[in-house]
């Protein structure tokens, strides 16, 4: 059956360091896989979408990577701020439908 | 982008009872879905709600327990019937912008069944 495995453990940073999270997945072909962030007792906003044909986007202070070889995402925050700190997950998609893994919380301390 | 909301936002019911859950979407969208939150865990798709057609339901949830109407273009319903503590979660509706597959999330109704 379809895993999608994050960072299980919750990320602790210090300000304007460089934060890296993991997005492992086994038995699927995701067409697309996106990133969204999640802050408590909030829905979960759309950050980037980057496509199985892709191996690489970046979006301001965020970067995301993609190997299908290996089926891994890298999610980057570069410049981490305090503002950064929620939970960050990741989904991967065929048509409409996502499939999410459990998130990664990340702090960012000032 | 498209802006979300959901009624309730919480509630707290008892097992047996049924809850109704609402999401209203500021624009015409094709389709709506269903997800629920478990505490620590991933977001799991219920189901996907097109207007005018039955709801199509995902591996391991039915229509009799999570009933599901779509009477217009920006509007949805979810029921969570007959409910017993293991319902407890947090329910949110998304809708997905077809160009991107960005999808846009409500804020999420927290469901606690005692």
């Known amino acids: 059956s379809q895993k999608i495995e994050q960072n299980s453990e919750a990320l602790n940073i210090q300000e304007g360091k460089t934060a890296t999270l993991t997005c492992n997945y086994t038995n699927y072909s995701p067409a697309y896989l996106q990133w969204y962030r999640q802050d408590p007792g909030r829905g979960p906003v759309f950050l980037l979408l980057i496509r199985e044909n892709e191996k690489e986007k970046r979006k301001e202070r965020l970067k995301v990577t993609f190997d299908t070889t290996l089926k891994q995402s890298l999610f980057h925050i570069t410049a981490s701020q305090p503002a950064d700190s929620a939970t960050y997950l990741c989904a991967l998609g065929n048509d409409y439908k996502l499939s999410f893994g459990a998130g990664t919380t990340v702090t960012v301390r000032a | ?114």
């Open chain 2, 1 to 114: 982008s498209a802006v979300i909301s959901q009624k309730p936002s919480r509630d707290i019911c008892q097992r047996g009872t049924s809850l109704t859950i609402q999401c209203q979407v500021d624009s015409q969208v094709t389709m709506m879905f269903w997800y629920r939150q478990q505490p620590g865990q991933s977001l799991t798709l219920i189901a996907t709600a097109n207007q005018g057609s039955e709801a199509t339901y995902e591996s391991g949830f039915v229509i009799d327990k999570f009933p599901i109407s779509r009477p217009n273009l920006t509007f949805s319903t979810l029921t969570v019937s007959n409910m017993s503590p293991e319902d407890s979660s947090i329910y949110l509706c998304s809708v997905e912008d077809p160009s991107s597959y960005e999808q846009y999330f409500g804020p999420g109704t927290r469901l606690t069944v005692t």
